[in-house]
């Protein structure tokens, strides 16, 4: 099958691609802003009709949650009319399509994982415009999948375990937050899933939402204290509430997702948290 993967240079692209080096079945091509803007119609277009891809795992977006709140077009833009887009190329074209959500779409007052099927309530910008893709998304009628996922981490990029690891050397204290729980989820871990399933995906028949994140549940202040414990960094971390941060976009207090639907459907096993934790540390400290 031919594979475009959009978002090549964040932190989902750059896994995928790393183990696409591992998989001879299929053809990858990789692409990121540099290399086309998505937001150009005409230019997707043309791209499409030079390529003709089978499956399009579309990582990039807009992902600066804060900086949302004053960029809400553009992140609507990126977040929405992008994706809406590729769908719409998609049902015409017959391609699948492979979309990452977040667990931004709900409002975080669950005290149980959220299903597929809860309704969704964004309570930030950010939110508000993922939430948007997935319905433009479904308003055209492609077929694949939409996958929410949550706290998404790597050895790549800027992210919450490279930033700690980094502060944590550097200061005595770390005051993080104790009262947003969730799950944290290793890219790497979710791109292994998707290569895992690109024969599933090339066999749907419609749009469906999944959920996945790595097992278990922390908040952000059991991860950042993780993070320190396992990388044996001398450095206390102090829980604190949301309320002493000054964040501009609302956070959901709760967004574990439940993720029975993907496990049963495509008959995987999701690691622990801590244990792939460990694993990207492992690398970061190799670097």
Known sequence: ??????????????EIRKLSLENDLHKFTFIDFEDI?????????????????????????????????????????????????????????????????????????????????????????????KLRGEEEILKQNAQGLIIRTSWLYSEYGVNFVKTIH????????????????GSPTYACDLASTILQILPEIQNQNSMEIFHYSNEGVASWYDFAQAIVEISG??????????????????????????????????DIAIPYWRDSLEKCLNIIHQD
């Open 1 to 14: 099958m031919q594979i475009l993967v959009t978002g090549s240079n964040g932190q989902l692209g750059r």
């Open 37 to 129: 803007d998505l937001t150009d119609a005409e230019k997707v277009e043309f791209f499409f009709q030079a390529n003709q891809p089978d499956i399009i795992l579309h990582c990039a977006a807009y992902t600066a949650v804060d900086k949302a709140e004053q960029e809400r077009e553009l992140a609507l833009e990126m977040n929405a009319s992008v994706p809406g887009h590729l769908a719409k190329i998609c049902q015409r074209t017959g391609a699948k399509l492979v979309h990452i959500s977040t667990d931004y779409v709900f409002d975080g007052k669950n005290h149980t994982p959220y299903l597929e099927s809860d309704h969704p309530d964004p309570q930030s910008s950010y939110g508000v415009s």
């Open 166 to 181: 980094k502060k944590a050397r550097e200061m005595k204290e770390l005051r993080v937050v104790n009262d947003q729980i």
């Open 233 to 266: 960094i001398q450095c206390k971390v102090i829980p604190i509430e949301t309320s002493e941060l000054k964040q501009i976009a609302k956070r959901p207090f709760y967004s574990v997702l439940n993720k029975t639907k993907i496990k049963n459907r495509f």
